[in-house]
């Protein structure tokens, strides 16, 4: 009985917490081009449509991916606001369906939950981390664990693809090499590896693939 009450009470939270993430979804359709997205997208209009060069003519610091993901999305959808709202959606969703991927082994209302709550807490700020560098860092990041916590994938495609997404996220925002050592232990951790050798023959190759991607 008292299981069955956990379970309900569970299920109930999740579906609240769902509830309040497409809420608030709903309520954010009409967020401007504002904060980072303003700076990076105008930076894509510079480069796109005034032929600018990134380091030359705009004085930047960070990497250059952001500005080329958003020279793209310039090319692509243009320079308005509902469009680049659509297109955080996508990466919203995909970011969820790489959540459930990697928890719902454990725990489904788990999965569900932590997804709504990010959505809530990501929505919540207005538009102030739409398509910025640290957002378009994490969904490459949630990959990169999504593969090295695979239990099908054979050892070596799970390295690569791990270190692959790894890189890409590190080129979106270089603070994402925090990840790298977790990388590294999950991959370490791999029951397939018969001894210490074949270990580090993979963390190298792990690294060489970031290194080289």
């Known amino acids: 009985m008292t299981t069955r009450i956990h379970v309900y009470a569970t299920w109930l939270l999740t ?23 303003a700076m990076l997208h105008y930076s894509a209009w510079l480069i796109n449509e005034k032929s600018f060069v990134l380091y030359r003519d ?3 610091l960070n ?7 958003h020279s793209m999305l310039g090319e ?8 680049l709202q659509c297109v955080d959606l996508v990466l919203l969703l995909l970011f969820g369906l790489i959540s459930w991927k990697i928890l719902a082994p454990i725990s489904r209302p788990a999965a ?25 860092c994490l969904l490459p990041t ?16 799970k390295t690569l693809l791990s270190a692959i997404f790894a890189a890409i996220a590190c080129s ?8 790298v050592p977790v990388l590294l ?21 792990f690294l060489a693939s970031m290194a080289l991607v």
Do not use: C
């Open 15 to 37: 579906t609240l917490i769902l509830a309040a993430a497409i809420a608030t979804l709903a309520l954010s359709l009409n967020h401007p081009v504002s904060a980072d997205l």
């Open 58 to 60: 705009i004085f930047e």
């Open 63 to 69: 990497f250059p991916a952001p500005f080329l993901f």
């Open 76 to 83: 692509w959808i243009g320079y308005e606001a509902l469009p």
């Open 112 to 136: 569900l939950t932590s997804t709504g709550l990010f959505t809530l807490l990501y929505l919540i700020n207005g538009g102030e981390y739409i398509l910025e560098r640290d957002v378009l």
């Open 142 to 157: 949630a990959a990169a664990f999504m593969f090295a916590t695979s239990t099908t994938l054979s050892l070596r495609p």
């Open 172 to 179: 979106m925002k270089p603070n994402g090499v925090v990840m």
């Open 185 to 205: 232990w999950f991959l370490w951790q791999d029951n397939r590896q018969e001894n210490t050798t074949s270990k580090i023959k993979t963390a190298i190759i």
